[in-house]
């Protein structure tokens, strides 16, 4: 009994710091702004990757980083990934191609995170800005702690996800549980 007990309060605690980052704009000016995949429909971005590209957009536009980096393998597409969609999307808005960087490559964060260090590390890099769903962020920002990389949080405002108040409990509790594991040394 008292092992669920603890479960329970680890899992809550977890929850309730996912839920605390998700609302925290950390944003201020780094080397690189890392974006998160998400989801592409035949070279268009979804609905929630198209927040968080936006989103990137506009600290870029902000003058907040130099650099952008989007993120994101195929999972399965023989045609695009994630990343390579990402950098179109990004182009087509008007920044120039030179300043993003496709990391394409990846199928999960925590490939996201190490490959995206490697990279800003090879350029001189020590922070980013990583953006994404807010539900994400703490994860996000837990796995580049592990690698060194200082890392501000920034949660696209526009996130279809964290609009919808079940959705967004449903993956605030499925972070919670990776994030377990991560504690316990397991990585994905």
Not at 43 to 56: C, E, I, Q, Y
Not at 103 to 116: A, I, K, M, P
Not at 164 to 176: G, N, T, V
């Amino acid at each position: 009994m008292l092992l669920v007990v603890a479960l329970v309060l680890t899992e809550h605690s977890l929850y309730t710091a996912i839920r605390q980052q998700a609302t925290r704009d950390e944003a201020r000016p780094a080397d690189a702004i890392v974006v998160f995949g998400a989801a592409q429909y035949n070279g268009t971005p979804s609905p929630v990757f198209k927040a968080r590209l936006d989103h990137a957009f506009e600290l870029e536009e902000g003058g907040q980083a130099p650099t952008l980096v989007t993120t994101g393998g195929s999972g399965g597409d023989p045609k695009f990934t994630e990343g390579g969609v990402g950098r179109d999307y990004l182009v087509q808005r008007g920044v120039a191609a030179a300043k993003i960087l496709a990391e394409t490559q990846s199928e999960t964060t925590y490939d996201s995170v190490r490959v995206v260090t490697r990279l800003l590390r090879q350029r001189g890099a020590k922070s980013c800005i990583a953006v994404s769903d807010g539900f994400h962020l703490y994860r996000i920002k837990l796995m580049f702690a592990s690698q060194g990389l200082k890392t501000y949080a920034s949660p696209a405002p526009l996130s279809p996800i964290e609009a919808d108040p079940i959705s967004r409990s449903l993956h605030s509790l499925r972070e919670a549980f990776i994030c377990s594991l991560w504690y316990l040394g397991i990585r994905r």
